[in-house]
């Protein structure tokens, strides 16, 4: 059974800094790509960024490019989402996502399993 369990979301101030975490269990972790997404309320699902099966190769949103860090580590199965300089419209519930074969998407239509996500609220 392959679980996807998200941790580190929160409350935090505007330009503040929180990293998310994500543990898989059930799969070979080094087999699959993985990404973060994020859904705000009334607004749809969107790519936030993902990593490749060895951690090399990396994409992101324009919206958070040189503010976030995507890491995984295969050793533990997880993988990390580093957010600096946080802004009110990053509150969302972040979901990590993992899809079969090394190239990663920006489509969540192509993830294989999902995590049950993590409330994070960037609020004053």
């Known amino acids: 059974q392959v679980q996807l369990v998200e941790s580190g979301g929160g409350l935090v101030q505007p330009g503040g800094s929180l990293r998310l975490s994500c543990a898989a269990s059930?799969?070979?972790?080094?087999?699959?790509?993985l990404a973060w997404f994020r859904q705000a309320p009334g607004q749809e699902r969107e790519f936030v960024a993902a990593?490749?099966?060895?951690?090399?190769?990396?994409d992101y949103a324009d919206s958070v490019k040189g503010r976030f860090t995507i890491s995984r580590d295969n050793a533990k199965s997880t993988v990390y989402l580093q957010m600096n300089s946080l802004k009110s419209e990053d509150t969302a519930v972040y979901f990590c996502?993992?899809?079969?074969?090394?190239?990663?998407?920006?489509?969540?239509?192509?993830?294989?399993?999902w995590g049950q996500g993590t409330q994070v609220t960037v609020s004053s």
């Open positions: 990593v490749n099966w060895n951690g090399v190769s990396t």
């Open positions: 059930g799969v070979t972790f080094s087999l699959y790509s």
């Open positions: 996502a993992a899809k079969a074969r090394s190239s990663f998407s920006r489509n969540g239509y192509e993830y294989n399993y």
